[in-house]
């Protein structure tokens, strides 16, 4: 078990292009959580998978933002045409359990910055 | 919506010591997990300690404890002993039965010889 990785940890984009950024979950872990860190804030919340569904987006998550994870396996986020409120830690976590109760393991983070 | 407050946004501490952090929540949810994370500098986070709110018992993890007063909506951290490694942004957070976390602005605890 390698816990969660992330892949870039660091990406640099123009205003206006498009990122995507992956998470690879700890393997059998069937809930996935998407968070965003600005500086010197706590993790807000974007968005979450059970297996490949999609269960809830935050209001954060606006209409350039897309998530996906295809078999319930790894997953991605993308930001279309980007903008420097993009600019943050996106931070990837996964948890074993359906409810509260189960531990949620953090990733590295990819953190974005649109110049 | 749930709300989690640290008033706290610098503390420090000298080694061997004992420190508090505090934090206050807010819910109308009667079931839920509070959270403390820890994330040192350029490091991912990592869960300290969790307290279930139907458990009267306040959590231990070795020199990592917790004060939780479900009536005040009061949950602080306290460590004892308090080592070097310690240093870090802690992150106090909530979650119910909507499963995703809720932070508060996190707490950066300096350390001290």
């Known amino acids: 078990d390698t816990g969660v990785s992330q892949d870039p940890r660091h990406k640099i984009t123009k205003r206006g292009q498009n990122v995507t950024f992956r998470c690879d979950p700890i393997?059998?872990?069937?809930?996935l959580y998407w968070y965003r860190q600005t500086l010197g804030q706590g993790p807000e919340f974007l968005t979450y998978f059970q297996n490949e569904a999609q269960l809830e987006k935050s209001r954060l998550l606006s209409d350039r933002f897309s998530a996906e994870r295809p078999k319930g396996s790894f997953s991605t986020l993308e930001i279309q045409r980007t903008e420097q409120g993009d600019s943050a830690m996106y931070l990837c976590a996964s948890s074993l359990g359906v409810s509260g109760a189960y531990e949620q393991y953090f990733g590295p983070g990819t953190r974005l910055t649109v110049t | 919506a749930q709300t989690v407050t640290q008033s706290q946004p610098e503390m420090s501490v000298q080694e061997a010591e004992t420190v508090t952090l505090s934090c206050t929540y807010d819910t109308s949810e009667s079931d839920y997990y509070l959270f403390w994370y820890k994330q040192p500098p350029s490091r991912q986070m990592i869960l300290v300690i969790r307290q279930e709110a139907y458990k009267q018992q306040n959590a231990t993890e070795n020199r990592f404890s917790v004060n939780f007063q479900k009536a005040a909506k009061s949950f602080s951290l306290k460590i004892s002993d308090s080592q070097l490694g310690d240093a870090a942004m802690y992150f106090c957070?909530?979650?119910?039965?909507?499963?995703?976390?809720?932070f508060g602005t996190g707490t950066r605890l300096q350390v001290t010889l």
């Open positions: 393997s059998e872990h069937n809930r």
């Open positions: 957070a909530y979650t119910g039965t909507a499963s995703k976390l809720t």
